[in-house]
């Protein structure tokens, strides 16, 4: 059995935070597939390991871990890999993490799920979310002007919790080349040795059946 196992999909974001830190850290992890889309986080077995019904879960050692920044922050501990310095490197770091999980994340992350995976999304509610996500990107790109790293000159949590949604840019439909520091930093990250697109690193694929007749189940979560 695999040191880590990671409860997740392919076409999850937040899923792909951990995921990617596990891969290019070379830790002895192993995914496990949740159906999201069949409906398990909804389940009563589910829900018994995560009251909140989200995924990424982290199990470690007799821990269980829910919500990808917490998962985050204590792989940073466990791995030896990805954290802070000192001090002032953590409270930049989380200050980058609490941006990413309150703006970045939240908006981009919301307006992929209604661009790709709803039938007839509200083109008022499509726009709306799609200018608060291009806000964001550019807070990140006018940051990243001068630097190679968010928080540090080291790729850290901060950088493998923001750049996630942004591997999705074909889903989102952004061209990275108007957003150059975003693109430049991004290109380093997939440059890493171990650097997966979440599609090949976690199970689930692409799935062509995400859109239907039927309209969308008001009860699944628009972030994942």
């Known amino acids: 059995m695999a040191d880590y196992t990671l409860y997740c999909f392919a076409q999850s974001g937040n899923a792909y935070k951990p995921a990617l830190m596990l891969e290019l850290a070379a830790a002895d992890w192993s995914p496990r597939f949740v159906d999201y889309f069949g409906g398990e986080t909804r389940t009563p077995a589910y829900r018994a390991i995560n ?7 982290l199990q ?17 501990g466990t791995l030896g ?12 770091i989380l200050r980058w993490l609490l941006f990413d999980n309150h703006k970045l994340t939240s908006y981009t992350a919301t307006y992929r799920f209604l661009r790709v995976f709803v039938n007839d999304a ?20 006018a940051h990243l002007a001068g630097r190679r790293y968010v928080a540090s000159d080291a790729l850290t949590v901060a950088d493998l919790s923001l750049c996630v949604y942004l591997f999705f840019d074909d889903e989102i439909g952004v061209d990275l080349n108007d957003y150059p520091h975003l693109r430049d930093w991004l290109a380093r990250i ?7 697109h979440p599609y090949a690193l976690m199970p689930g694929g692409v799935r062509d059946d995400f859109r239907s007749d039927a309209p969308p189940d008001p009860r699944r ?4």
């Open 221 to 224: 979560e628009s972030r994942f």
């Open 51 to 57: 009251v909140m019904g989200e995924v990424p879960l």
């Open 122 to 141: 509200n083109e008022a509610v499509l726009a709306e979310f799609r200018n608060r996500a291009e806000t964001a990107w550019g807070i990140l790109n």
């Open 81 to 92: 890999r990805f954290g802070a310095k000192d001090d002032a490197e953590r409270r930049e």
């Open 190 to 196: 997939r440059d890493e040795p171990r650097w997966k």
């Open 60 to 76: 470690h050692r007799g821990e269980t871990l829910s919500q990808s920044g917490v998962i985050l922050d204590y792989l940073a």
